[in-house]
């Protein structure tokens, strides 16, 4: 008898993993790629370090070895714990908010009194979607209103596509876009040291019109569900999946879940308030989620402090992989800088833009970050890992131009 092939199955590392390779990936580079440095300046107008154009030039080498690397780690941490402190409040004040119930009660509410006017409970949803993940972030957390949109869709005479795209691709017209998203346009100026959340009005911009999309491509395969459905996606799929509607009848709007949407929106108002006009930074903004979670905790558990605690902890339990990725990404720029090599690459990457129109080097750079996000998914670890090269490549660029 032959023997059987083994095949091969190739999976691809973790963010974790990927990111863990990428550390000692850079550490070897510290061995190849030349030391150099730029000279730098305090800029007193806005507190910020800049870089001196043309001042490059290249040192002696200092290359990081496997103790360096393990200690990278330690140091990656620490020195994002800023950051990470900011992640793990708002997560958990999120679960607080996800445990009191009030998003789903008010979802279930939303789609009892749209019945019979599925195309507008299509574009609420998918815009109070969107509004969550450009304020607070929600992405991942989402997916359990699948459950309940998913009996909404069923019960409207669509497909399970339907549902997903109503969350999922509502929930990241607002993500991407990230007018006040805290974990990637918030980390990512953060690091960069710009005013947190500056250039909302352009992603509020950004924001409508990849919603205005999503929301059009939705609807108009809806529609033709709904007239034929034959031509679903899924109408040759075998296998059929049990849906359980009643999941909207044990659903109710209570005064505690409306006192609890109250103060979500009101908390939402006095965020972009404060970012706007005093300027919050991530102290403030999360002085003002952790009180809005411990307001929710009280409605939503009867004044139970205990209780609040445990949710808190445990949905701050949830973003710990967050939060670690944020410490790996950082310990990557640990080890280029004790290395001395991220201003070679500032300056390898500055010259050949530099040479090139601001429009075009712009683009570049843009394209460039997209294809990054094959590589890394998540987009607190980009934040953590482009943007120490971006920002520092951007202000050379201006200087260069100037």
Same mark, same amino acid.
């Given at each position: 008898?032959?023997?059987?092939?083994?095949?091969?199955?190739?999976?691809?590392?973790?963010?974790?993993?990927?990111?863990?390779?990428?550390?000692?990936?850079?550490?070897?580079?510290?061995?190849?790629?030349?030391?150099?440095?730029f000279e730098r300046l305090?800029?007193?107008?806005?507190?910020?370090?800049?870089?001196?154009?043309?001042?490059?030039?290249?040192?002696?080498?200092?290359?990081?070895?496997?103790?360096?690397?393990?200690?990278?780690?330690?140091?990656?941490?620490?020195?994002?714990?800023?950051?990470?402190?900011?992640?793990?409040?708002?997560?958990?004040?999120?679960?607080?908010?996800?445990?009191?119930?009030?998003?789903?009660?008010?979802?279930?509410?939303?789609?009892?009194?749209?019945?019979?006017?599925?195309?507008?409970?299509? $574009? @609420? #949803?998918?815009?109070?979607?969107?509004? /969550?993940?450009?304020?607070?972030?929600? +992405?991942?957390?989402?997916? &359990? %209103?699948?459950?309940?949109?998913?009996?909404?869709?069923?019960?409207?005479?669509?497909?399970? $596509? @339907? #549902?997903?795209?109503?969350?999922?691709? /509502?929930?990241?017209?607002?993500?991407? +876009?990230?007018?006040?998203? &805290? %974990?990637?346009?918030?980390?990512?100026?953060?690091i960069a040291e710009l005013?947190?959340?500056?250039? @909302?009005?352009?992603?509020?911009?950004?924001?409508?019109?990849?919603?205005?999309?999503?929301?059009?491509?939705?609807?108009?395969?809806?529609?033709?569900?709904?007239?034929?459905?034959?031509?679903?996606?899924?109408?040759?799929?075998t296998e059929k999946v049990e849906t359980d509607l009643s999941i909207l009848d044990n659903l109710t709007m209570t005064k505690r879940h409306k006192w609890i949407m109250a103060v979500l929106g009101s908390s939402l108002v006095v965020l972009v308030f404060g970012v706007l006009k005093y300027g919050w930074y991530l102290a403030e903004i999360s002085a003002l989620m952790l009180l809005m979670g411990i307001v929710v905790g009280i409605i939503a558990f009867n004044g139970s402090f205990n209780q609040f605690t445990d949710e808190f902890m445990k949905g701050a339990a949830d973003m710990t992989a967050a939060a670690l990725i944020i410490g790996l990404s950082r310990a990557i720029l640990v080890v280029m800088e004790e290395g001395q090599i991220i201003d070679t690459f500032v300056y390898a990457v500055s010259v050949p833009l530099g040479s090139l129109n601001s429009v075009f080097a712009a683009w570049g750079m843009y394209f460039s970050q997209g294809l990054i996000n094959f590589i890394i998914p998540s987009s607190t670890g980009q934040a953590a890992v482009v943007m120490p090269i971006m920002s520092s490549s951007v202000t050379l660029l201006v200087l260069i131009v100037k």
């Open positions: 008898m032959e023997k059987q092939k083994k095949k091969w199955n190739f999976k691809a590392p973790t963010t974790t993993g990927l990111l863990m390779i990428i550390i000692v990936l850079v550490a070897l580079l510290t061995y190849i790629v030349p030391a150099g440095q305090m800029d007193d107008k806005t507190g910020r370090e800049l870089i001196v154009a043309d001042s490059f030039s290249y040192t002696e080498a200092t290359p990081v070895g496997p103790g360096g690397v393990l200690a990278s780690l330690f140091n990656g941490i620490v020195g994002a714990s800023e950051i990470i402190a900011f992640v793990l409040i708002v997560g958990g004040v999120f679960g607080v908010i996800v445990k009191s119930g009030a998003i789903n009660a008010a979802l279930a509410r939303l789609i009892h009194r749209l019945k019979g006017r599925e195309s507008i409970f299509i $574009i @609420i #949803a998918m815009t109070a979607f969107a509004i /969550g993940g450009a304020t607070f972030g929600m +992405a991942e957390e989402t997916l &359990p %209103f699948v459950a309940i949109v998913l009996a909404a869709t069923i019960a409207m005479g669509y497909d399970r $596509i @339907i #549902a997903v795209s109503i969350v999922v691709v /509502g929930i990241y017209a607002g993500y991407s +876009a990230g007018p006040l998203n &805290p %974990f990637n346009v918030g980390i990512a100026q953060a005013p947190l959340f500056s250039g @909302i009005g352009l992603r509020t911009i950004l924001m409508i019109g990849g919603l205005i999309i999503a929301i059009h491509h939705t609807l108009k395969y809806a529609k033709k569900v709904k007239l034929d459905p034959k031509k679903s996606l899924l109408a040759n799929e």
